[in-house]
């Protein structure tokens, strides 16, 4: 399988920064939860924690979603919830990538049922045309086209998550593993 580098570390570190001094600019003064949502976004939830200035909790969720393997089927569960309260708490949803947005807009319906002070939304790739639900995200790293990507995380059936750079990868040329 071809891979192409998309985003370099030196990239995807300058553009952690810009966020995080953006984020810590924005809740100056307050306490920041940030709740990320697993697993693609575990390693940038650990880079962006350290690019904060103001204090910052975090706790995780998951969500599964049915269907294929590389496109959103539509039907999105939560298969772990946090484990802190969120009520009258400033609470940043943080996921690696936004595709349909169904994932995120399910998650942010349910979160905001839990009375947060404020609930904004972080992700590091934006594939903003295959958006399905309208969905604002407030912080976004880098706008994409179609494509999928891995590294920084992001997997392709749990492969490739380790990768320091992202990666956009040609689904048409399969491969003997090398
Ligand atoms: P959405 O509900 O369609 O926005 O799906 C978002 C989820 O699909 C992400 O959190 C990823 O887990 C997965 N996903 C979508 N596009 C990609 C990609 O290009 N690479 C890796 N995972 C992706
Ligand atoms: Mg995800």
Excluded: W
Excluded at 13 to 41: H, N, Q, T, Y
């Amino acid at each position: 399988m071809d891979k192409k580098i998309l985003f370099t570390r030196q990239e995807i570190e300058r553009r952690v920064a810009e966020l995080g001094e953006r984020i810590s600019r924005d809740f100056e003064g307050k306490e920041l939860l940030l709740v990320g949502v697993l697993k693609g976004s575990f390693i940038f939830c650990s880079d962006l924690i350290r690019a904060l200035t103001v204090p910052a909790a975090i706790d995780f969720v998951r969500l599964a979603s049915y269907g294929a393997q590389t496109v959103s089927s539509g039907a999105v569960t939560i298969t772990k919830d946090i484990e802190t309260s969120i009520e009258g708490k400033h609470v940043i949803v943080v996921d690696d990538i936004v595709d349909s947005g169904l994932s995120l807009a399910l998650l942010k319906d349910i979160l905001v049922k839990r009375r947060p002070k404020s609930l904004s939304l972080c992700v590091f790739i934006d594939k903003r045309t295959r958006r399905q639900v309208e969905l604002e995200v407030d912080y976004v790293g880098f706008t994409i086209d179609d494509g999928f990507v891995v590294g920084y995380g992001l997997d392709m059936n749990e492969r490739f998550r380790e990768l320091p750079e992202i990666c956009v990868v040609d689904e048409g040329k399969e491969s003997e593993p090398s």
